[in-house]
């Protein structure tokens, strides 16, 4: 199935600068490793080292969140817009936290 | 180098205040140019870390849908966020860290003991392993 990837603003940098990528596949895993097949540097930012999607990277075919059909296995029909939508989390040192830079600067 | 204007520092310093000793948090709205990124307009938000609000912040991905409409209805980028630390520096956490988009400016903020302190903005590297600080050039003004 052809089907359009909308890619966020932040990632568009890797991604040729593009703001959609138009790929073949049939489900939204297929179509997520077909673009990181073609921008290899997109996946450290969309999957976490084991090899799960990051809980920060939303995925929506339509508009519809993929957490609430089948995830990745979330079949894709022909002319299907899947767009990669950021969240933003953060925090402050903390609780679990530790600070990232250890000096002062 | 993240241009900013005076008013914007004063609302975000007061969102600050106002939700400490929460982590408050909101959208940068502006233009990205090559040398200078400057912010245009603010989207103040809603922590929605409920369980964990004085060290952490979260913005669904539909309030990021919602600060991009805002940005385009005006014919700007969503270009950042800025988040409050609660009696904390304004340097990036490792759970920052571990968390962050990359191409986005983060401004991250102190309030200690309720008074906002010092701002700073940071940009997380392609390599997703350390922060490039930006400078932030403050100017007189009120927003557009």
């Known amino acids: 199935m052809a089907v ?16 959609s990528v138009n790929l073949e ?36 075919v339509n508009d519809e969140d993929i957490r609430y059909l089948q995830k990745e296995k979330t079949a894709v029909q022909q002319g299907d817009t899947i767009s990669i939508v950021p969240s933003i989390a953060g925090g402050c040192v903390g609780g679990a936290g530790r600070l990232y830079f250890s000096a002062e600067n | ?22 982590e408050c948090c909101g959208a940068l709205l502006g233009h990205d140019e090559e040398a200078d990124r400057t912010v245009l307009g603010l989207v103040p938000l809603a922590n929605q870390r409920d369980d964990s609000p004085r060290n952490r912040f979260s913005i669904t991905s539909e309030d990021v849908r919602l600060a991009e409409k805002a940005a385009g209805a005006k014919g700007w980028e969503l270009i950042g966020w800025y988040h409050s630390h609660p009696d904390s520096p304004a340097r990036p956490s490792e759970f920052d860290r571990e968390h962050a988009w990359p191409w986005y400016s983060y401004i991250i903020f102190r309030v200690e003991h309720g008074e906002p302190r010092e701002m700073r903005s940071w940009r997380l590297d392609d390599s997703r392993t350390s922060y490039a600080e930006e400078g932030i050039e403050y100017i007189a003004g009120a927003p557009a």
């Open chain 1, 4 to 19: 359009k990837v909308v890619i966020p603003t932040p990632l568009r940098q890797f991604a040729g600068k593009q703001e």
């Open chain 1, 25 to 60: 596949a049939a489900t939204v895993g297929e179509a997520l490793n077909a673009l990181t097949s073609q921008f290899s540097d997109l996946k450290k930012h969309l999957y976490s080292d084991d090899g799960r999607l990051r809980s920060f990277v939303n995925v929506y």
């Open chain 2, 1 to 22: 180098m993240l241009v900013l204007k005076q008013q914007f520092i004063e609302q975000i310093r007061a969102h600050g205040a106002r939700d400490y000793p929460n």
